[in-house]
């Protein structure tokens, strides 16, 4: 009885081991980034690599600086 135990533990671990190699799990899908649009240039800049003055959006400082000249 001891050995039937043993043997159906064995059988199902390899079984599980073998479903993971065959099928792996997805990575998680990547988040979507907020786009928007530069005041100066108007092309679209991601948000966390834009720059924000006076409630405005810019893709580089030097056009913040250039449109409030």
Not at 11 to 16: D, K, N, T
Not at 26 to 31: A, G, Q, S
Not at 41 to 63: N, P, Y
Request: one cysteine or more; a positive charge.
């Amino acid at each position: 009885m001891l050995k039937l135990l043993i043997i159906t533990v064995i059988v199902v671990y390899l079984l599980r081991f073998f479903w993971h190699l065959m099928y792996p799990r997805l990575p998680d899908p990547p988040k979507p980034v907020e786009m928007k649009a530069c005041e100066y240039c108007g092309i679209l800049a991601r948000e966390d690599k834009g720059v924000m003055q006076r409630d405005r959006f810019f893709c580089t400082s030097d056009h913040a600086k250039r449109f409030f000249l």
